[in-house]
């Protein structure tokens, strides 16, 4: 079985993951805009494409997936996430398992505004969110000024004063507000198969992070939210795995945002026995997947850099070159 990990950045862990559960003979391919992409090293084949903004970004995918015989494709970023989904109908044609969203239901991870709107709808509680500098200043401060369809918490702005609410909500490109809540903010981490059903999920605090990026978390238990993590997920049937952003205030579960790709806290719920990857291989393989909502509470994941060298000529074993 051979597998794509599109746009693989600095996860080479995600790499290792599957290379652990993988069947003999299967090879792992990863994508970057790079040579010297550090994931590279942790893959059997290593292809450097164009930027994904790049009109031939997508043929470029494609053509990849066709000349390695992938059968499982995955994307580990969100601007990725929104050029694939373009591909997704094409991809399950070739017999190929897509691993993410079409595009509407990418649509729902990916602009926020569309977030709030979609689950508003399936009656689940979600932050009040307006595009309106007016009705921004109605609320009044506190709030969350964000970009629409931002990615890895770049451009939150914690709006203290009115004047913030109308700087912040006009010197960004499609800006929302959202009220500052006060509670106790949780990440889910679900796991869903081709149909978009849950089979895996788990529950953790990020206790710390650096550009959108989790270094320190600490998995926990918790009925309510966990179950509208699931509940989540099966709505918006998402396939494969999608990390959630909720709050509990008062009582009351609140979802604040989805990712439908893999997160960068995934290794939290991996090390702690809700391990995605075997469950996505099976998947994969035709096999039919149970589902168990099962992890080990109390597991603190850290990150290390881990600093390797090699000649400038000689990038990744396997990099093709564009």
């Not at 031939?56 to 053509?63: A, H, I, K």
């Not at 959202?178 to 788990?202: F, H, K, S």
């Amino acid at each position: 079985m051979n597998v794509l990990l599109s746009t693989i950045g600095k996860r080479g862990y995600i790499a290792r993951y599957f290379r652990e559960v993988l069947p003999p003979g299967s090879r792992i391919i990863g994508t970057g805009n790079s040579p010297h992409t550090p994931g590279f090293w942790a893959c059997d084949e290593s292809v450097v494409l164009p930027d994904i903004p790049d009109p031939s970004y997508l043929d470029r995918v494609l053509e990849t997936i066709t000349a390695h015989d992938v059968h499982a494709a995955f994307t580990l970023s969100d601007l990725d996430l929104g050029r694939l989904a373009h591909a997704r109908d094409t991809l399950i044609e070739r017999g190929v398992a897509a691993f993410f969203p079409g595009p509407e239901e990418a649509r729902v991870s990916l602009d926020k505004l569309r977030t709030h709107e979609a689950l508003t709808a399936l009656g689940f509680s979600c932050p009040a969110t307006t595009t309106s500098v007016d009705e921004a200043l109605g609320w009044g401060p506190p709030l969350f000024v964000k970009p629409r369809f931002g990615s890895a918490s770049a451009g939150i702005h914690l709006a203290r004063t009115e004047e913030e609410i109308a700087f912040f909500m006009t010197h960004g490109q499609d800006m929302i507000a959202q009220p500052y809540l006060r509670g106790v903010e949780m990440n889910a981490e679900v796991c869903c198969d081709l149909e978009g059903d849950p089979v895996r999920a788990c529950l953790w605090r990020k206790l710390e992070s650096r550009g959108g990026e989790t270094l320190l978390a600490q998995t926990l238990h918790d009925d309510a939210v966990l179950r509208t993590a699931i509940e989540v997920a099966a709505e918006v049937r998402i396939p494969g795995p999608s990390d959630l952003d909720l709050m509990l205030v008062d009582d009351e579960v609140v979802v604040i945002e989805i990712n439908a790709r893999f997160g960068g806290g995934y290794p939290a719920s991996h090390l702690a026995g809700a391990d995605f990857v075997a469950a996505l291989v099976d998947i994969a393989s035709g096999r039919r997947v149970a589902p168990d909502f099962g992890y080990q509470p109390g597991i603190m994941m850290t990150k290390e850099l881990r600093p390797f060298a090699y000649p400038a000529d000689r990038p990744a074993p396997g990099t093709r070159l564009p």
